[in-house]
């Protein structure tokens, strides 16, 4: 590897853009050029083609919806060995495609699209998800909005309601789809649309339903269901309604969209069209794969499945449509009958989703069979399996749908399921049967149970951390913030902290800090790096390098400035629990502190700069003071003491001093003492100019002062100066005292 640039003593790798890039191999559909990465500093093994990279902008990193897609992006890319690079921003925000391009072979756009057309003009393959551009010319990723949004009017219409109310927020794309959907079911039906009907929230969170319950409630008498454009907005108007006195779903039925954690457990439970995020993730990195490989992909959008889930805010069973869609496919299924059960409980699972063609059911979920072979046990009276693997396979279950309704509609499947039917009437086996089903259900409990336990101790895990990297931002020093050794506490294993050279051009960032657990190499502090190669791909930790874990990019920025760009790598879940914006809250806090630090260095400028105007003013108080008190024949008979800077009391007693002398030595009849350039005249000072001027009139002069301001003149105010005098300006003395030297010159002669 040929030397590269150097900064303060540090080697930097040439690849970071120190010298020319060397093309690179890339694919025909990408034609641009990547640099080489010498084969000393890389973690890949010589002459191995560097994994794709799939790099995704995402506006947030947590929560029901973005965590999910991260997820569905990340597993699709592990399975194909890609790399996951995410950046969080929007386009327009990170300048794309700037930050990190050289190791991007494609992108991914989540929802925020503003600035979209600079990564479009890269003639690098793009996908937007949850959200179509059809301008950039790139193809998106979107759940089936409308198919939904019409299942969800039409079931209301088939409960007997004609008067629906639509609420959602319409600056979203997916709220507008679903709202359009929304005509086109009531037209379907046969129900004109009432405009009267149409609430629009402020934002798609639970507070967009808070503000919108006002006007819901208003109507309440005008009509009878509501379908909402999310399931927060709905969530979130709940209590309002219900605290307003209607009766859920007497009243008002209600339904919503997306089918989020918090949907199965709100009062009533929510019905809702259900949503697999890490479907949209999963099908854009489809998407991203087929263009690289070269393949036609068409523009427009790729729709992703959903299914109408049935609860009490419409008025229906927890689980009637699971066992109507079971029931359904029970009557169209043929073939194996044991691997029938086992596909049957398995797509009940992954709903809306299917099992793919060939795909084992216990590739998926492991436990099936378990669960299978206790209640054939139970009908064959053969020995069950252990309670234990029952439990465990219940929990597994629960990693695939929290929901409760489905997990019971496996239950509710099996004791409806035709090989029970065509049993041998056995009052045993029922016996045994009912226990089975019943131990089920308890296994079902606990297993929920189980994991909101892990959920609340990762809560507990994650408050604990996010204020342990609070305390050390906030509470320490500048070199701590940067160092990067906060991470300790966190579960990152690599970091690294670059800050922009120039925040302007934004072209290079310096290396200013670095972390890993594992003792992984880290970039040099100081080093310089192109934007466009950050973070240093051959640096990275093997895991990210073979795409095992995600690598995030979070900008760092304060109210002020844009500092820079800090990456972290670790687990796909790095204390990511519900929509608590854990990486945010360490980059606005990381933010804060390096603010707080350009702050104090500010102050610390500023005040050695006061330090250095006082330590100048003391000099030339000091030069002023050794020159003593000038006395200057003005005009015959006429003295002129200038005087400038602070008057002390010493200072004082050598101005009447000097005064005294000089009208005896120069037979002067007036004195004029100038305190133009002295700042203040406290009331010592000015009981010292009075006793000057007292002191001068026993010689018959008079005293005269010049220049008095206002303030000045007010700190004389009570004190005794004789027959003391005052000028306004040295010119005005001069004129007035000319002609009494006139005629003093010609008494002389």
Known sequence: MGQGGQDSGVVVPEQWGEVPEAPGQRLSVLPRSRSSVPAAASAEPLGAPRPLTVGVITPFLDGSFWNPVLKGIHQSAQERGYRTLVLRGTPAELRAPSLASQQVDGWIVLIEVHGIEALARARVPLVTVGT?????????????????????????????????????????????????????????????????????????????????????????????????????????MLPLLKAAGVRIPQDLAIVGFDDIVEAQGSDPPLTTVRQRFEMMGSAACDVIAAMLAGEAVPPESVHTANLLVQRSSCGCSVVQSFLQREEAAREGDGGDAEDALARQLVELLLLPRSLPPGTPPAEVWPGVAVVIDGYRAALRGAEPPPAVELERAFRDAVGITPDVGTLLAIVRVLARSPERRRAPPDAAAGGRLEEFLELSRIAIARARLDAETHHVHQLGVLARTNYDVSFALLGGTQEEARSLGWLATTTATWSCLGLWEDPETRARLVVAGAYSRDGSPTPPIGSRCPQEAFPPRELLPPAATRGELMVFLLPIRSAQRDWGVLALVGPTLVAMAGDEATFAIWGTLLGAALERDALLQSLSEQHASLDRAYQVERRLSETVRELGCPVIPLLPGVLLVPMIGWIDGRRAQQVLEYVTAGVTRHAARVVLLDVTGVPSVDAQVADSLGRTSRAAALLGARVCLVGVRPEIARSLVGVDLGELSTYASLSAAIQELAPAGARARRDAR
Not at 142 to 168: K, T
Not at 214 to 227: Q, Y
């Open 132 to 236: 179509s551009v059809p301008e950039a010319g790139c193809p998106s990723v979107i759940p089936d909005n409308r198919g939904g949004m019409r299942s969800a009017v039409l079931h209301l219409v088939e409960h007997g309601h004609r008067r629906i109310a639509f609420v959602g927020w319409f600056d979203a794309y997916d709220v507008r789809q679903r709202f359009a959907a929304y005509q086109e079911a009531l037209a379907e039906a046969g129900i004109p649309f009432d405009p009267d009907l149409v609430i629009q929230s402020d934002n798609n969170w639970y507070t967009g339903g808070q503000n919108a319950a006002p006007a819901l409630i208003a109507r309440r008498h005008t009509c009878t269901a509501a379908v909402f454009g999310t399931d927060k907005n709905a969530i979130g």
